[in-house]
């Protein structure tokens, strides 16, 4: 999926799922990442993600904005191109990567 539609869809999924229905504590929600967003407190998606495919080429399988440590975090898991699948967190506010690890 190209990286434009991989974003559209992600975006459309985050704003479809209510904010009640987080899997984790630390999840950040739709409405409070919009905000987050508006506030200028994380980068858009799109921005994040394209830094994290320069460094770490793949195919985005799923997406999570997390508050770890009081740290705005992009989780994202790629499916790299040797058929690996990773998990590469990064910074929501500098889009630094913070952790690459393979997913078991």
């Known amino acids: 999926m190209p990286l434009t539609r991989a974003v559209l869809f992600l975006a459309a ?5 209510p904010i009640g229905t987080v899997a984790h504590a630390d999840d950040i929600g739709p ?15 799109t921005e994040i ?25 992009y989780e994202f898991k790629l499916l790299r191109p040797d058929g690996r699948v990773q998990e590469v967190e990064a910074d929501a506010s500098t889009a630094k990567i913070l952790k690459i690890e393979d997913d078991d």
């Open 31 to 45: 409405e409070v990442a919009k905000r987050l967003l508006k506030e200028g407190r994380i980068k858009p998606l």
């Open 49 to 73: 993600l394209a830094a994290v495919n320069a460094q770490v080429p793949g195919e985005l399988l799923e997406v999570e904005l997390e508050l770890e440590d009081g740290v705005y975090v």
């Open 13 to 17: 999924v985050l704003i479809a799922v």
